[in-house]
């Protein structure tokens, strides 16, 4: 079993931000030489998510709305106390969660048509690492 | 390593529907002659789920009802100025996710009492797919 | 490849409770002795999740109180039907997810600064099991 590690590394210019990081994935694959397996695709942070869905912006839109709905910036969070301001961005990371497995099919990402990878930074503008883990052979 | 892969179509007659597929991954597993390790379930669309939870049709209504709440058709969704009118079936993937990882021990799925998986359609009326891969020794 | 199983068991004094089993996943790394890889934790259960997120008190409680407003306590489930009267712990359930899977690299849990483990008991006061497998080389 072959194993391959890379670290992307993010240091977005707003607070939340929505990045396609498919190419990043497919080059590490690429590099690994594995055809057959799987890729894990893991945030290293409490406050990011990482999700395989659309790139569309007017969804990735509607996708930062949603979430600002169900897991809203509050002054009054307990976990503000410590100094922290970001008690939502641990929210938002926690319902779309914070990684992926890709499969890996004869040297390709084994996804449908529309399949995209995306790291989701909550809480931004400061450096963020993701962890990319090709496994198999 | 060995690896073991299969897909499976779905065309749900309802728009939204959520289909037992136990028998499927376990009749993978067998196929596979795989004992230990592990079996990744993977919606293969960005409108569709894969959860572990209750084969109990109550439940299965309740989570409907429920997912419905959080995630709402709505009309004005910006994705919808594509055309599409599926913004609430992305954000319901999103919600609960697109895979499990099934852990495999001496051959078997190793589950716990009620744990049975599901593919839940939020987009349906046409054909989608889900990857089965076994992998291990 | 090497494959380490192990089960954790808890048995909760609340009904809603969560747990740091950060130690007990480095413990069973190291009986592994796998150096590369990644280990599955998942719960066995379908009233329980695991999270990655941070060990603060603070947080964990608007955590708590967070999942209680969007997957809240009614008497009229359907599921309740059954008997049961844990319709909310299975929705609190596929809201975290019941799984993560922690890369491992050079014998470590890789993550990032803040990373912590946690199993989620959202129908506690009796027996409940989370597997942790070690898969890698």
Chains 1, 2, 3 share one sequence.
Do not use: C
């Amino acid at each position: 079993m072959q194993f391959h590690t890379e670290y992307l590394t993010f240091h977005t210019a707003k607070h939340r931000e929505y990045i396609n990081i498919t190419p990043e994935v497919e080059k590490a694959l690429r590099k690994s030489g594995i055809q057959e397996g799987m890729v894990l695709v893991s945030a290293m942070h409490i406050t990011a998510g990482v999700w395989v869905n659309d790139a569309e912006d007017g969804l990735i839109a509607d996708i930062d709305e949603w979430l600002e709905q169900l897991a809203p910036f509050r002054q009054d969070y307990r976990h503000h106390y410590t100094g922290e301001t970001n008690g939502d961005s641990h929210l938002k990371s926690l319902l779309v969660h914070h990684q992926v497995i890709v499969p890996v099919t004869k040297g390709r990402l084994d996804f449908g048509p529309w399949q995209q990878i995306y790291y989701a930074e909550f809480d931004g503008q400061r450096s963020k690492r993701v962890i990319i883990k090709v496994m198999g052979e």
